[in-house]
């Protein structure tokens, strides 16, 4: 800075780029209000003290070595850093910005970390949006299992198997008057007739002074009295014109959450005895809820290199709705495995599959049944509601009404057969849900104006009466109502096709149906209102902890992200669950369990076909496991003697079949208090 003859202030230094173009006798213009430009004549340079350069005012210049007032004292050797951020400007755009942040330690060994410094501007580019902050609303546990075994025939089954929850809305609005006018009239009648009568008693006086006079005779009345007889009548008539209408709006909202089955074919079969297989994704649906953010891609102006990604959120888009879908832990359940096993052999997830077991893969009957058991008594706890509703008129005297009985969160579940030969069968639940409200005003006008005639006539003591009144006007009602009403319905459905061709050619050309197989079983679907303990299983039971924990895909990274343990949203759930599995017996050897040798002596190829053999014996006899055992073993005694020293492997399976609820197999599927 060169110093002049006059004192500059400090708003009239010279920065020493300036200072370095300006010699002796150089003009020094002021462009303040004043204008009080200098006239260098001598001097040296200052340099200056302002917080004004290319670094912050926290850094000293190390090439020319002045300290100023905001340098700092550090204890340890810097770092800097350049970072890009986005920033909206007084006109609300988003423009990119380059910046430097420093990090050191104090003399005190304090550390610090100083941002913001402008290093110069960004290119922002608009690349597209992302979903960010989500939370977790509802899962699917895949599609209705299928049995991988039996997928062999065709290269692929995508959409084999498939669920849908669908929830709709319907609300309508109606608006009504009505007008009624019109004309009144009313003309009453009376006459009467009857016999009046009077009893007189007298006074003879005489008047005779003389001798000779005049007598006069005085009546006076003592005693009367009369009749009367009369007949009257009534007639009303009323004219009416009346005007009534009405106009409604309403709207139906579907939310429908739906899953397929997918998968590829294998290359190399991994049971060489079933062939090469179409093997199931094992894969889940989330629905999550979460914000939408605009991500920039922002670029040095001059090169239009890339410096950073940034994002920021979109506060035009509110919260909506994504779907992520998921691998479930394989130790959990396993699409395509119904039970442990896959034909005769063990999936290798599941190594003590052979050995029978009420909780493997989908195969959980005492689970199952447990849910099943406290569906139904939730579903019972309506008609105890609607019998509780008090609907006594005495307490309505006081001008209130009773209050409303409020909605109850309702689970579902449906249950399904699937043959092999063809037949199936759903029992499927909808729920419904309604609500009215009318909200009304009436007004009621009626005006009558007319005369009264009469008249009373006495003839020879009968006597009659007359008397006629008649009236006229009009009426006039108006009606103005509103009316909203509600409905609420929910549904589950799951439809499986699966491969009903499960034969294999014999040495003799015949078509049998291939050990192995399944030709039947029977699975429950449920539908789990939201509740907190469904968030639970999700994180802890359901998807992959692996892939949760590990995985870098975008749909991991938002899980991971939705992961509340404290606040424990609550989430609605669906899952499947197995309760019978049926498979095509191999011909007898000396490995096969006993049970397995006895059917194949007696023609029987599988399970499925001795519960079709015993059903017109057990059929109705499944409400009490004790009349259930008497029914089956009667069976069997009769008709099948064969397989009496079985008895007991038979039950076993005819009580997971007809899931009869008090047997001791599935003494664990009563719900807790």
Do not use: C
Request: aromatic letters at 8%; glycine letters at 10%; zero cysteines.
């Amino acid at each position: 800075m060169a110093e002049a003859d006059t004192p500059m202030a400090p708003s009239r230094q010279l920065s020493i780029r300036q200072a370095a173009f300006i010699g002796v006798g150089a003009m020094v213009e002021d462009n303040g209000l004043r204008g009080n430009d200098l006239l260098l004549t001598g001097g040296g340079w200052v340099l200056s003290t302002a917080p004004i350069g290319e670094d912050t005012p926290l850094a000293r210049n190390a090439v020319l070595g002045l300290q100023t007032s905001f340098n700092g004292l550090i204890g340890s050797p810097p770092a800097a850093a350049e970072y890009a951020q986005l920033e909206t400007d007084a006109t609300g755009m988003t423009t990119g910005v380059l910046k430097r942040s420093y990090s050191f330690a104090d003399t005190t060994g304090g550390w610090h970390l100083v941002t913001g410094f402008k290093v110069g501007d960004l290119a922002t580019q608009w690349v597209g949006q992302v979903q960010f902050d989500p939370q977790l609303i509802g899962y699917l546990e895949g599609a209705p299992p299928v049995p991988s075994e039996n997928l062999t025939v065709q290269d692929s089954y995508t959409g084999t198997s498939s669920v849908a929850l669908a929830e709709a809305t319907t609300t309508t609005y109606t608006y009504a008057s009505t007008r009624d006018a019109g004309l009144n009239a009313s003309l009453e009648l009376s006459a009467g007739g009857g016999v009046q009568g009077q009893t007189f008693v007298g006074l003879l006086e005489l008047e005779a002074p003389l001798g000779i006079g005049i007598g006069v005779i005085e009546l006076t009345s003592a005693v009367g009295g009369s009749v009367k007889v009369g007949t009257k009548a009534n007639f009303e008539t009323s004219l009416s014109w009346l005007n009534d209408t009405s106009t409604g709006q309403g709207t139906t909202q579907a939310q429908v959450s739906s899953l397929k089955l997918t998968g590829s074919k294998e290359t190399t079969p991994a049971h060489p005895s079933l062939g090469a297989r179409f093997v199931p994704n094992n894969t889940g649906f989330a629905l999550v809820q979460s914000q939408t953010a605009d991500v920039y891609a922002l670029r040095l102006v001059h090169t239009g290199a890339l410096v950073a990604y940034q994002m920021t959120p979109d506060p035009n888009i509110p919260r909506d709705y994504n779907v992520i879908t998921f691998p479930i832990a394989p130790q959990y359940t396993k699409q395509g495995v119904l039970d442990g096993k896959v034909g005769a052999d063990v999936d290798p997830d599941y190594p003590n599959a052979q050995n029978y077991s009420p909780d493997v893969s989908y195969f959980k009957p005492i689970e199952a049944y447990g849910l099943k058991t406290q569906i139904e008594q939730e579903q019972q706890k309506l008609a105890t509601l609607f019998a509780q509703h008090n609907v006594d008129p005495t307490q309505l005297s006081g001008g209130q009404l009773p209050g409303l009985v409020a909605p109850i969160k309702r689970d579902l579940v449906n249950n399904y057969v699937w043959t092999a030969d063809g037949g199936q069968f759903a029992e499927t639940t909808s729920t419904l849900d309604t609500y009215s409200e009318s909200v009304g005003g009436a007004y009621h006008f009626q005006g009558l104006a007319g005369g009264t005639v009469s008249a009373d006539v006495s003839v020879y003591g009968v006597a009659a009466n007359f008397e006629l009144s008649a009236m006229f006007g009009g009426h006039l009602d108006l009606s103005v109502t509103k009316a909203m009403d509600s409905q609420d319905s929910f549904r589950v459905d799951a439809i499986v096709g699966g491969e009903q061709d499960i034969t294999t050619v014999d040495g003799t050309g015949q078509h049998v149906k291939a050990p192995g197989k399944v030709d039947a079983y029977r699975w429950l679907t449920f539908y789990l209102s939201p509740r907190p303990d469904n968030y639970d299983a999700f994180y802890n039971q359901v998807v992959d902890p692996i892939w949760l924990a590990q995985s870098s895909d975008p749909a991991a990274v938002a899980l991971r992200q939705a992961r509340q343990d404290g606040k424990r949203p609550a989430a609605w759930r669906v899952l499947h669950r197995v309760t019978y599995v049926s498979r095509v017996l191999a011909p007898p050897s000396s490995t096969q369990q006993p049970l397995e040798q006895a059917l194949a002596s007696l023609n029987i190829s599988s399970n499925y076909e001795l519960i079709r053999t015993l059903e017109p014996f057990v059929r109705g006899r499944t409400a009490q496991y004790a009349d259930f055992v008497a029914a089956v073993r009667n069976a069997v005694t009769t008709y099948l003697p064969d397989l009496l020293p079985d008895i007991d492997d038979i039950l076993a399976f005819l009580v997971l079949y007809y899931g009869v609820s008090d047997a001791p197999q599935l003494a664990g599927a009563q719900p807790s208090a």
